[in-house]
């Protein structure tokens, strides 16, 4: 099975725990006003790629990453959800903890197979209604909470990422939206806040496409840490 893979960030701190390499995946069913990878949407003119000449350019970096893994990034990695499950296999004979990071909106029998096999996931719940996530991400909130309660019958380790954009998702209902939405799920060891930023600006200039938020302002540290304070108070 060959896969299309869009890059390879040998270390990273923020895609899981420990320092990890991330694999970003080529493809994507969705199309997120913030999304910083547009370059990561398709599979087209990419080279394909075998699981074991991934797994041996990522074993060149064990003595950075033995404790802590590899990320399967994206683009949304689960629309190649056999590849990396060969990948994985390999990867865990090498002593390498594997997680997903994920919008939780695709699922079929190799997708449940590759969750029976990872070792974490990071999941993204890009909006706090249903309105809200098909109008700004073409995906549905359902399916990713459906996609959480698989995480959870498997006992998968999990932590939760919600990008917060001015004006879309920025004020304290929508935090305490999603303080409700994740209560239920003992799997989650994490929340993480991330503030919408436009460092991708280059990326749809070059590839002539319009970035829908091209005029929304970044958030500021300081209502991100008013945010915070709603989503980890009692």
């Known amino acids: 099975m060959e896969g299309y893979i869009h890059s390879v960030q040998s270390f990273s701190t923020l895609d899981g725990p420990g320092i990890r390499s991330v694999v970003f995946m080529a493809g994507c069913p969705l199309r997120c006003v913030y999304c910083h990878n547009p370059d990561t949407w398709t599979m087209t003119n990419l080279p394909k790629t075998e699981p074991s000449d991934l797994v041996g350019r990522l074993c060149r970096f064990i003595p950075y990453i033995k404790r ?9 990695p689960l629309l190649q959800a056999e590849f990396i ?5 390999a990867l865990h004979e090498k002593g390498l903890k594997v997680a997903v990071d994920t919008c939780g909106n695709v699922y079929n029998s190799q997708v449940a197979k590759l969750l029976d ?3 974490m996931a990071l999941l993204d719940i890009k ?24 995480l959870e019958s498997r006992g998968i380790r999990t932590w939760i990422r919600h990008v917060v954009v001015p004006g879309l998702n920025d ?8 303080k409700r939405i994740i209560e239920p799920y003992k799997v989650i060891e994490k929340t993480e806040l991330l503030p ?3 460092l991708c600006v280059e990326k749809y200039e070059k590839l002539g496409v319009k970035l829908r938020l091209a005029d929304t302002p970044e958030l500021t540290e300081e209502r ?11």
């Open 85 to 89: 499950s060969e990948c994985t296999d």
């Open 68 to 76: 802590g893994g590899v990320t399967f990034s994206g683009g949304e």
């Open 224 to 234: 991100l840490k008013e945010l915070e304070a709603v989503l980890y108070g009692d």
């Open 117 to 119: 096999n990872i070792d």
């Open 127 to 150: 909006f706090t209604t249903e309105e809200d996530y098909r109008r700004h991400t073409g995906g549905s909130l359902k399916s990713t909470l459906d996609f959480m309660g698989e």
């Open 196 to 198: 919408f930023r436009k």
């Open 171 to 178: 004020d304290a209902q929508d935090i305490e939206r999603l």
